[in-house]
């Protein structure tokens, strides 16, 4: 089993900055890729990044250039920095562990509000 312990979610004003972080424990050796998924009131869930073991990353197209992914294996943290934020990326933040079989370990959610 793996948990997955974000934190980091807040308010933001609109082009200001947040960090989210996102800590893996248990059975860790078990995840290969790990990422973000947003969710927004009334919309339907979106990846917003990816990052493999190796450091490949891969972004939505609507946070392209402004959120960036990264890894520590070591501490086996994610961490998404998130610039130039907009209203519309308001949403609830998860944070994901893929195993190479396929399964997918869920974070609990963190709010970003991004408002004036």
């Known amino acids: 089993q793996v948990q997955l312990v974000e934190a980091g979610g807040g308010l933001a004003q609109p082009g200001g900055s947040l960090r989210l972080s996102c800590a893996a424990s248990?059975?860790?050796?078990?995840?290969?890729?790990m990422g973000w998924y947003r969710q927004a009131p009334g919309k339907q869930r979106e990846l917003v990044a990816t990052?493999?073991?190796?450091?490949?990353?891969k972004y939505a197209d609507s946070v392209k250039g402004r959120f960036t992914i990264s890894r520590d294996n070591v501490k086996n943290t994610v961490y998404l920095q998130m610039n130039s934020l907009k209203p519309e990326d308001t949403a609830v933040y998860s944070c994901?562990?893929?195993?190479?079989?396929?399964?997918?370990?869920w974070g609990q959610g963190t709010q970003v509000t991004v408002s004036s």
């Open positions: 990052i493999t073991r190796g450091g490949i990353t």
């Open positions: 994901t562990g893929l195993t190479p079989v396929g399964y997918t370990y």
């Open positions: 248990g059975s860790v050796l078990s995840i290969t890729a």
